[in-house]
């Protein structure tokens, strides 16, 4: 039974595009979701979506302080009453902000059970909750995960834990959270490492832990092949926090992990901007890395603040950084079923409702604006000429052979001193491509 009383988000006007000169702060400025830019929708391209857990769940307690945050539903003495509460309030956000997706882990919408049994039995009845709500709504799910890292039992981590009835126990929960996540026709399923790493490998063994990990997610995929999911499995790299040291540090780690375990044709990535800094990456490194290697699947938006060392999951307003993100996505050829999911939260003082909505609408209009500077990059040209020209030698059919493999060192090194080579340098013209980048952000 839906709650009656109206959420907190239901009072709020839908927040439409209404241009960059507009004066209404609740208002779209870049977000013209149905402008055509290379040759789809930009919604098609952005696929936006709503993370549950920061908007729905925060509290803004932190470890100097209690909750900031009130909701109704945090109030709610029965817990199955305020998660549909919850849902509620949510299902107004979406519709406000006119988001097409939404995440979620188990936690977000279901409250933890006694005992595995009941929390599974909360789970699905929140998911048939869900799906009722989604009937009448034009929302979808992005992906779906499971919070296999918050409750004290997966103090040690979930799939390398070293009790094994913790590995049973993550690998129902992970079972589950998948067959949901399917009835609500959600576009992929992502695992973010939790506790997956070590504080001290004192007490550790790496290489039991890593074989756990690799079984676990092998069973992951050997269930989405039985249940004909369809949508993508996402692994998301975090280098550190909670653990010291995660065993999905980023990209290049999760890749040689993946083929190790023989996954690479399984599994793709989520990637998020502030686990990309905290590896000491930039967001763009990572995203083209993963295309590189065909792993590009979906993207978490957030920051995180150069002068603080942990992930504080700010909503991003960093222009040139977004758009050089972008650009990478549409080099990479796009997210297929992944999408930009705002995986990021008020600050701690953004009490009141409307906060959360001010929060969306800057990081939307954000990415909106930094795709189309993106996209007039790649249809200027000059920015793809440029790579084109100079890697042009590398297409002559010498250099093609060395890199087929025809040539020993012996025989390229007989072919160089006899031209006896004296390669010229040439200018990498960093500036006036920068130049390009800089003017294409006013
Ligand atoms: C935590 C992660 C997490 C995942 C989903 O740092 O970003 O929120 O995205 O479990
Ligand atoms: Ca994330
Ligand atoms: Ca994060």
Partial sequence: MPTSAPSIFSSFDVVHYEGPDTQNSLAYRWYDADRIVLGKPLQEHLRPAIAYWHSLALTGADPFGSATI????????????????????AFDLFRVLGVPFFTFHDRDITPEGADLNSGLKNLHEMADYLEEKMQGASVGVLWGTANTF????????????????????????????????????GQNYVLWGGREGYDTLLNTSLRRELDQLGRFLNLVVEHKHKIGFRGAILMEPKPKEPTKH????????????????????????????????????????????????????????????????????????????????????????????????????????????????????????????AFLNAAKLVEGKQLPEVVEQRYANWNEEYAQSMLRGNLSLEAIAADAEKKNLN???????????????TRSLF
């Fill in 423 to 437: 390669p010229k340098p040439r200018s990498g013209r960093q500036e006036w491509i920068e130049n390009l980048v």
């Fill in 150 to 185: 918050a409750h004290p039992r997966f103090m040690a981590g979930a799939a390398t834990n070293p009790d094994p009835e913790v590995f049973a126990f993550s690998a129902t929960t992970v079972k589950h959270c998948m067959d949901v996540t399917k009835q609500l026709n």
């Fill in 246 to 369: 995660q065993y999905d540090f980023d990209v290049a780690t999760v890749y040689a992990f993946l083929q190790h375990y023989g996954l690479e044709h399984e599994v793709k990535l989520n990637i998020e901007a502030n686990h990309a800094t905290l590896a000491g990456h930039s967001f763009e490194h990572e995203i083209s890395m993963a295309a590189t290697f065909g792993l590009l699947g979906s993207l978490d938006i957030n920051r995180g603040d150069l002068l603080l060392g942990w992930d504080t999951d700010q909503f991003p307003n960093n222009l040139l950084d977004t758009t050089l993100a972008m650009y990478e996505v549409i080099r990479g050829g796009g997210l297929g079923t992944g999408g930009l999911n705002f995986d990021a939260k008020i600050r701690r003082q953004s009490i009141e409702s409307e906060d959360l909505i001010h929060a969306h609408i800057g990081g939307i209009d954000l990415c909106a604006r």
């Fill in 70 to 89: 009130d909701r109704p539903w945090m109030r709610e003495q029965d817990a199955m009453t305020g998660a549909r509460m919850k849902a509620d309030a």
